[in-house]
């Protein structure tokens, strides 16, 4: 099986920074792509940004210029560096990969990790 595991959430104020990571661990052949999306109260789940192979991150509009993708292939993970956090910015983050295991493409997520930004 494949596990996603997150890691770098918290409590801190607004203008703040947090740092997220997420490592995929198990029987993985290959990854397509890795990323975070996010989930508020009463919100539908909706992208932050995502990495596909060599190709530049994708960020959504309202994190432009303030978080940054990242990751390190050689160990399976992706970080999401946020920087002038905004208390909009509160939700669940959840790392999402698209990796080959057991002779299929499958679609992983991790646990989440919750952020907190107060005002």
């Known amino acids: 099986q494949v596990q996603l595991v997150e890691s770098g959430g918290g409590l801190v104020q607004a203008g703040g920074s947090l740092r997220l990571s997420c490592q995929a661990s198990g029987r993985i052949v290959s990854i397509r792509a890795m990323g975070w999306y996010r989930q508020a109260p009463g919100k539908q789940r909706e992208l932050v940004a995502t990495?596909?192979?060599?190709?530049?991150?994708n960020y959504a509009d309202s994190v432009k210029g303030r978080f940054t993708a990242s990751t390190d292939n050689a160990k399976n993970t992706v970080y999401l560096q946020m920087n002038s956090l905004k208390p909009g910015d509160t939700a669940v983050y959840y790392c999402n990969a698209d990796v080959l295991a057991l002779g299929s493409w499958r679609g992983c997520w991790g646990q989440g990790t919750q952020v907190t930004v107060s005002s």
């Open positions: 990495i596909r192979g060599g190709s530049s991150p």
